[in-house]
């Protein structure tokens, strides 16, 4: 898995795309993948979120481990 890019350079990317520089100057200028800046600026003008995701899969239940054991699949 990719590691996690900061908060600000998302915050700095996001500032810029308001201004209305698009998306592949903005990839460039900050050396982010083209990709990443038109997921994050879609992002933000579809639903105004600028925080990143959860990025680990989501938690099992605590009665998985026991599953085998009861029997009861």
Same mark, same amino acid.
């Given at each position: 898995?990719?590691?996690?890019?900061?908060?600000?350079?998302?915050?700095?990317?996001?500032?810029? %795309?308001t201004g209305g520089?698009?998306?592949r100057?903005?990839?460039a200028r900050f050396g982010? %993948?083209?990709s990443t800046a038109?997921?994050?600026l879609r992002r933000e003008r579809e639903s105004d979120e600028r925080?990143?995701?959860?990025?680990?899969?989501p938690? %099992?239940?605590r009665l998985n481990a026991?599953?085998?054991?009861?029997g009861l699949v």
């Open positions: 898995m990719a590691r996690a890019l900061s908060a600000d350079l998302r915050k700095r990317v996001l500032e810029t %795309g520089v698009s998306a100057p903005i990839a982010v %993948g083209i038109i997921r994050w925080t990143p995701r959860r990025q680990s899969k938690r %099992g239940s026991h599953e085998a054991t009861t």
